[in-house]
């Protein structure tokens, strides 16, 4: 097996066959010190002193034979099996990419399980140079809760398989007193996998500069085009520091009647080719860093690109440091679809990934 403990894949892990340890992770990774393996054992572990197995396997060891890697209980073991693998997997496909944009001031990078995105992401993540960032914003869009502004988390650290990443308390700090700015729960912090998802490609590519790395989660809600305006020209100023990287978190049409998006240009021949195409459209439009034109193409096609609103307010910032000058531009590297649509039965999410460069 692959991918065999790695936390980050939560949500994802229960879409793939091979989803062998995702209940474990649902709820420890954003923020329990000490309680590395409580999820699993919940209430048994803390109410069961002495009777290290009972409470919990009594019926799920006996009834769930899939589930044999939780026998392995030793922390050690467990860490290090989850960091290597990860590791060894990120390691490959960084590997396969080239770096032709870097150092990236800016990435766009999908946020699904890593057997379908991985390769595609690492396209992105090739751009960093961690010799030069020092602090990670990372903007994800809200799945799971209705949000009209954007909300910081109330961790802080954020634990993975590599390293532990820090939350930088004291941007954290200065982004709170512009009133901006909700709290999200600890509830919606786990259940949210758009900033999860990255988390890991982030410490990979910063690890020979690990101890100097904090980072800046924001998770971004539904936002009118007056606050993407306004979210971005708030951010702009850390986006014109050299030392922050901003990493935004999206994937693009989401395709088929489960989605409830079945838009085709039936002149471009097979389904899959007519997404290929409307997704190209919108990167090209991105490409342009001109944040209404992007607008006006979602208002058109109404592309289910789930982070259009972080692709958004970092447009809105680009645009604002334009004004004084900023020359800028911004490279899609890579693109990919989970599956080839052929059918109005088939579906599909497509991944792209760029970074910008700043002159």
Known sequence: MSRLFSPVYKRHWVQQKSRLCSPVYKRHWVQQKS???????????????????SPVYKRHWVQQKS????????????????????????EGWLSQAQSTVSPARAIIAPHAGYSYCGACAAHAYKQIDPSVTRRVFILGPSHHVPLSRCAL???????????????????????????????MSLQTDEDEHSIEMHLPYTAKAMESHKDELSIVPVLVGSLSESKEQHYGKLLSRYL?????????????????????????DEALGEIHRSIEHLDKMGMGIIETLDPMSFTNYLKKYHNTICGRHPIGVLLNAVSELRKSGTEMNFSFLN????SQCRNWQDSSVSYAAGALLVH
């Open 35 to 53: 309680r590395l393996f409580s999820p699993v054992y919940k209430r048994h572990w803390v109410q069961q002193k002495s009777c290290l197995f």
């Open 67 to 90: 589930r044999f890697c939780l026998v392995w209980i030793n922390e050690v073991f467990f860490s290090l099996s989850a960091g290597s693998q990860l590791n060894t997997q990120l």
């Open 153 to 183: 988390s109330s961790a802080e650290v954020y634990k993975t398989p590599l390293y532990d990443l820090r939350i930088d308390q004291e941007v954290y700090a200065d982004l709170w007193k512009t009133g901006m700015f909700e709290r």
């Open 240 to 264: 014109a520091d050299s030392s922050n990287l901003f990493i935004i978190s999206s994937d693009f049409c989401h395709w088929g009647q489960r989605f409830r998006y079945t838009y085709y």
């Open 335 to 338: 693109y990919a679809q989970s």
